[in-house]
């Protein structure tokens, strides 16, 4: 695994007070190619580390597996040195369990959306309904309002990657009947850290993730959503906003969608019922 922090001498300046050489810690992004079975499937730019959760959180999310008995192997493959000797874990060949079928050549396209594509909202969200395993909205977790509200705390009390670079997000996987942390994963993208902690619940054999929260930093984009009801996860909650697509694929799919949720105040945009005082 390559590392997941870097030296940089940089120069600070003060308004009035000059400049000074120091050295500032930085967090690596790097691509990793996800191939299935030899064959390229993805590239994403990641933070080195957990990259086999990372591979198999993006498989459930886009509907190539849906159980960890689907996923086989995973290798890290040679690099560019002389014969492919030099492993620069930047290349990750995944194999599926016998019997499961390999995905289409665009299945990166299928249905897997971001605000950058120029795909139809609705025709987003009646694909991912279509894929998905399971049903969110048959969940009957319940979280208790207090023990939501303390929820971003303890996301940034596992954060150790952002207390020494303040540059990745994180996503955290608590069990809403106690507020226990399950897993809590760093990624220089948010979906990436997403994809961590589903893949972890992949290889634990935890899918569906019923009665679970997903805490995330940031915003809420159709993506996060799209992945927690791809993981069977029924309570999603985020610091900030969220998008209007991802508010509308939460309210179609029975999902709970807490934004916003800062000290002892958050807006609920959908399932309000889980959510009790």
């Not at 007070?17 to 120091?22: A, L, P, Y």
């Not at 500032?24 to 190619?33: F, G, H, I, K």
């Not at 590239?43 to 080195?48: A, C, F, H, I, S």
């Not at 596992?158 to 670079?165: E, I």
Request: some cysteine; glycine content about 12%; overall charge negative.
């Amino acid at each position: 695994m390559g590392s997941i922090t870097r030296r940089w001498r940089t120069t600070r300046f003060t308004v009035g007070g000059g400049q000074r050489i120091r050295p500032d810690t930085l967090a690596v992004e790097e691509p990793l190619e996800i191939r299935i079975g030899g064959n390229p499937l993805a590239v994403t730019m990641r933070t080195p580390g957990h990259d086999v959760e990372l591979a198999a959180g993006f498989l459930v999310s886009e509907g190539v597996i849906a159980r960890g008995e689907e996923f086989g192997s995973a290798i890290h493959c040679g690099g560019p040195g002389t014969g492919g000797a030099e492993n620069t874990y930047n290349v990750l060949d995944i194999g599926l369990a016998p019997g499961v079928p390999l995905p289409a050549p665009d299945i990166a396209r299928a249905f897997y959306t971001t605000s950058s594509c120029g795909v139809c909202g609705k025709a987003s969200i009646e694909a991912v309904e279509t894929v998905s395993a399971y049903r969110v909205a048959d969940d009957p977790a319940e979280i208790d309002i207090e023990r939501l509200a303390r929820l971003p705390d303890l996301l940034r009390e596992h954060q150790a990657v952002f207390d020494k670079t303040g540059g990745l997000h994180a996503a955290g996987l608590f069990d809403a009947a106690t507020g226990e942390a399950l897993v809590v994963r760093e990624d220089v993208g948010r979906h990436n850290a997403v994809d961590k902690v589903i893949g972890w619940a992949v290889l634990n054999d935890r899918l569906p993730l019923n009665g679970t929260v997903l805490q995330v930093s940031g915003r809420t984009s159709f993506e996060l959503v799209q992945k927690s009801i791809m993981a069977g996860v029924p309570i999603l909650a985020a610091v900030s906003a969220p998008s209007s697509l991802a508010v509308e694929l939460a309210a179609d799919s029975g999902l709970t969608l807490v934004g916003f949720l800062r000290g002892e105040s958050m807006n609920v945009y959908t399932r309000v019922d889980r959510v009790v005082e």
